[in-house]
């Protein structure tokens, strides 16, 4: 199924043999399409002013109102750090104002983090060799921010992504080219697909059952909701990111069809299916995430047998 790329007369010297491709991160982005560079450039443009500008105001329940008027209601980082004292987070409760500080730093970063993620994710659509290096720096910077928000599986996910990095630079860089179910038969297809189905079935499970275990273990005293929709959405984003996650340590083209999975869920998530809380930093976020998935899905899968169809389609109508 896979397509060893043997070359015993390789220069480890090249920059494409570089340590998680860092000689080749300027090299990588400037190869890639102009037209998507600029869906690049406008995606990271749009995620950094709504992390900082919210649509929404705000105004905490368990303080002094006072302390929270004019701009600051509309300012991002500000509400973050009001609701972590309002509310508290999962490491502390409410009242805490270094935690509350925490909270905020992190957030405030998360424009810059989120622009990482969605590098990573333009280079795996063109195959680039320095796309586990964006993934180690996401994974790693997203960890904190996702424990501050609450999502304990996230938290506890990135940290195996980011462990992952490494493994997966050398196996794309040393070992695989494109693997792909495409040319196999109907019946080898059908049998990878449920594969799959039940091995992501069983990691959803298996997350929803251990997440509450990881929340308890970071603070016994945290009100975890069971079962409530941020429990629900957090296992599930997990158990179908991980199944993707192992797709793309061998290159396989068909992890696309996870991502956009993880992203449309994700979009959802942040949309308001959690308590009705609505995030339009995160919706744009995954937004620009599900159109990069949705090209590599088009480009790695899609266009070598689409295109030759139309073109078919396109003779017959002129004859």
Not at 84 to 112: H, K, W
Not at 278 to 284: A, D, E, L, Q, R
């Amino acid at each position: 199924m896979s397509e060893l790329k043997i070359n015993k007369n390789r220069n480890l010297k090249d920059p494409q043999y570089s340590f998680l491709g860092i000689k080749m991160i300027i090299e990588d982005i400037k190869t890639l399409p102009k037209w998507f560079k600029w869906m690049m450039l406008s995606g990271s443009v749009l995620v950094m002013f709504f992390n900082f500008f919210a649509i929404s105001g705000y105004t905490p329940e368990n303080i002094d109102p006072s302390y929270f008027e004019g701009i600051g209601r509309w300012f991002s980082p500000v509400q973050e750090y009001w609701k972590a004292m309002d509310v508290g987070t999962m490491l502390g409760a409410r009242g805490d104002e270094n935690l509350a500080m925490i909270a905020t730093t992190f957030y405030s970063l998360n424009g810059v983090i989120s622009i990482t993620g969605l590098i990573a994710v333009c280079l795996i659509v063109y195959d680039k060799k320095s796309q586990f290096f964006w993934l180690l720096i996401n994974a790693t910077a997203y960890a904190p921010f996702a424990l501050m928000m609450g999502y304990a599986g996230d938290f506890f996910l990135n940290i195996i992504l980011a462990a992952i990095a490494i493994p997966g630079w050398y196996l794309i860089t040393f070992k695989f080219k494109h693997n792909s179910i495409r040319n196999y038969s109907k019946t080898f297809k059908l049998s990878f697909w449920l594969t799959i189905l039940l091995v992501a079935a069983l990691s959803v499970f298996l997350w929803l059952m251990f997440i509450p275990q990881m929340v308890w273990l970071i603070n016994p005293n945290y009100n975890y909701p069971l079962w409530s929709a941020k429990h629900i959405f957090d296992g599930l984003l997990c158990g179908v990111r991980l199944v993707g996650g192992g797709m793309q340590l061998v290159n396989f083209n068909e992890q696309f069809i996870t991502w956009i999975l993880v992203d449309a869920i994700n979009f959802i998530k942040y949309a308001g299916a959690i308590e009705g809380i609505i995030s339009v930093n995160m919706m744009i976020q995954f937004g620009v995430w599900f159109a990069s998935s949705s090209i590599g899905m088009w480009e790695r899968n899609l266009k070598e047998t689409a295109l030759p169809f139309f073109n078919k389609i396109l003779k017959t109508k002129n004859n």
